[in-house]
C-alpha cells in the first residue's frame, strides 16, 4: 500500500465512520497474473499498522467468477455487448488496473457481428469507452467485476480515486442494465510523485513499508495525509478519529496532492 491508498482509505473510513456504516474490505484482485496471495496479507497488515479497521470483509474477486459470468450472460441476453478481436496486448492494458480499465475504444468491432465464442473480448455497448467486461483470455474485467460485487454485497456508498469520476455514466448504465441501484459515490483526490504521475509501484519511497522502515510512525503519517487533506493547518501526528468533525464540516479535496506539498516524506 502507497501512500495514496492510505490517504483514500483513510477517506472511506471518515465517510463510513461519519454516517454510521459498514466499511467492507474487498479484494479486487481480478488481475490474476499481478495479484499474489501474500498482497491481501501486506495490505491488512498496513491497515492495521495505521490504526484503520473495517467491519467486515467479503470475498475476494477471484472468487466471484460465476457471478460475474451471470450478468455477463444477462447483459448478452439484452443485447449490451458485443464481441472484439482487437488484440491481446490492448486487452491486457485494459484491464490491468481500475484506472486504466477505462478510456475510449475507437469501436473497431462494435459493428461486426463477430460471435462470442472463441477467444474474443466482451465489451460493453455503451458510449465511446466500451468498457471490457471480459478479455479474450476469459479473465474478468474490472468494472463488471465491482459493479456486480458493489450490487450484490449491498454497497450503498463509494469512494475511490478522482481518475475514475470520468466513468461515472458507464458505471451508472451497468448497475442499473443489471437491475441494481447505483451506489453513491465521491471521488478522493490523487497523490503525484515528482514525475507528476499518479503514485504507483515505481514510487517504491511512498508505499508505507518503506516510510515505516525510515522510522515515521503511524501518527505521524495520518498527520501528512491529514495536513494535505486540509483536515488539519499543519502536519502533527493524530488519530483517524480526531479528523471525524473536520470530514463532517469541510469539503472533499479534488485537486490532486503534489509531491511538494508532502516533501518531508519524500526526503
Ligand atoms: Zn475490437
Redesign the pocket.
Known amino acids: 500500500m502507497h501512500l495514496g491508498h492510505a490517504s483514500t482509505y483513510l477517506l472511506a473510513w471518515l465517510q463510513v465512520r461519519a454516517t454510521g456504516g459498514q466499511l467492507l474490505l474487498r479484494m479486487e484482485d481480478v488481475d490474476r497474473q499481478r495479484c499474489k496471495a501474500s498482497f491481501a496479507e501486506a495490505w491488512r497488515e498496513d491497515l492495521r499498522w495505521l490504526g484503520l479497521n473495517w467491519d467486515r470483509e467479503v470475498a475476494p474477486q477471484s472468487t466471484r467468477g460465476e457471478a460475474y459470468q451471470e450478468a455477463l450472460s444477462k447483459l448478452q441476453s439484452a443485447g449490451l455487448i458485443f464481441a472484439?478481436?482487437?488484440r491481446r496486448k490492448d486487452m491486457e492494458e485494459a484491464v490491468r488496473a481500475p484506472h486504466e480499465a477505462w478510456g475510449n475504444?475507437p469501436g473497431?468491432?462494435a459493428d461486426k457481428g463477430f460471435p462470442f465464442d472463441g477467444a474474443v473480448?466482451m465489451?460493453l455497448r455503451y458510449t465511446a469507452e466500451a468498457l471490457v467486461l471480459r478479455r479474450a483470455d476469459g479473465a474478468w474485467g474490472y468494472p463488471l467485476a465491482v459493479v456486480v460485487d458493489d450490487g450484490d454485497q449491498g454497497v450503498t456508498h463509494v469512494l475511490r480515486g478522482q481518475d475514475l469520476a470520468d466513468s461515472e455514466s458507464s458505471q451508472a448504465f451497468l448497475h442499473q442494465a443489471l437491475g441494481y441501484a447505483s451506489p453513491s459515490c465521491l471521488h478522493a483526490p490523487l497523490w503525484l510523485g515528482p514525475d507528476t504521475q499518479r503514485l504507483s509501484k515505481r514510487h517504491g519511497a511512498m508505499s508505507l513499508r518503506s516510510l515505516r522502515e525510515k522510522g515515521w510512525s503511524a501518527e505521524e503519517l495520518l498527520g501528512q495525509i491529514a495536513a494535505a487533506l486540509g483536515y488539519i493547518p499543519e502536519p502533527s501526528p493524530c488519530h483517524p478519529e480526531d479528523l471525524l468533525t473536520a470530514y463532517n464540516t469541510q469539503p472533499l479535496r479534488k485537486e490532486p496532492v503534489s509531491h511538494a506539498e508532502v516533501l518531508p516524506l519524500w526526503a
Request: contains cysteine; aromatic residues 12%.
Open positions: 472484439c478481436r482487437c475504444y473497431t468491432c473480448a465489451r
